[in-house]
């Protein structure tokens, strides 16, 4: 069972858009953590105000995109669109509070700098985020 769903991930018929997920959510990451130096060390907003406002951005721009690319088999169109523009904000704003949890432990615990707390928060609530958008926004 576990050789199996790893077959899948490398050559199923989850590989192609798991990997397309993956490549937007580097580039939405690399976004985020971008908005999130600029809210903190420019602006001098505290760093969970400022993740949870790049986060809530790059949620829109990760929606548009993978609807486009990952899932465009899938893809949510006219009315469609907005009601999976929703449901994908359900599913990552229920990611959020994982996110600034992971963040604020790394950081507060751990005495992780914010940035590498971030990029390590963003990679362990990842498979959450893909499992529950697949199933639930592009009904897969």
């Given at each position: 069972m576990?050789?199996?769903?790893?077959?899948?991930?490398?050559s199923?018929?989850?590989?192609?858009?798991?990997?397309?997920f993956v490549?937007?959510?580097?580039?939405?990451?690399?976004?985020q953590?971008?908005?999130?130096?600029?809210?903190?060390?420019v602006?001098?907003?505290h760093y969970?105000?400022?993740?949870?406002i790049?986060?809530?951005?790059?949620?829109?721009?990760?929606?548009?995109?993978?609807?486009?690319?990952t899932?465009?088999a899938a893809?949510?169109?006219g009315?469609?669109f907005?009601?999976?523009?929703?449901?994908?904000?359900i599913?990552?704003?229920?990611?959020?509070?994982?996110?600034?949890?992971?963040?604020?432990?790394?950081?507060?615990?751990?005495?992780v700098?914010?940035?590498i707390?971030?990029a390590?928060?963003?990679?362990?609530?990842?498979?959450?985020?893909?499992?529950?958008d697949?199933k639930?926004?592009?009904?897969?």
């Amino acid at each position: 069972m576990i050789r199996s769903f790893i077959r899948n991930l490398h050559s199923g018929p989850v590989a192609l858009q798991l990997r397309r997920f993956v490549i937007v959510g580097m580039i939405a990451a690399g976004v985020q953590m971008a908005l999130l130096w600029a809210f903190v060390d420019v602006v001098g907003v505290h760093y969970l105000l400022g993740a949870t406002i790049a986060i809530e951005i790059t949620i829109i721009l990760q929606y548009g995109i993978n609807n486009a690319w990952t899932f465009e088999a899938a893809s949510n169109t006219g009315t469609e669109f907005l009601s999976g523009l929703v449901k994908t904000n359900i599913v990552r704003g229920s990611a959020i509070p994982i996110q600034l949890g992971i963040l604020f432990g790394f950081v507060e615990l751990a005495g992780v700098p914010y940035l590498i707390a971030n990029a390590l928060a963003i990679g362990i609530s990842g498979g959450y985020r893909f499992v529950l958008d697949a199933k639930w926004t592009w009904g897969q």
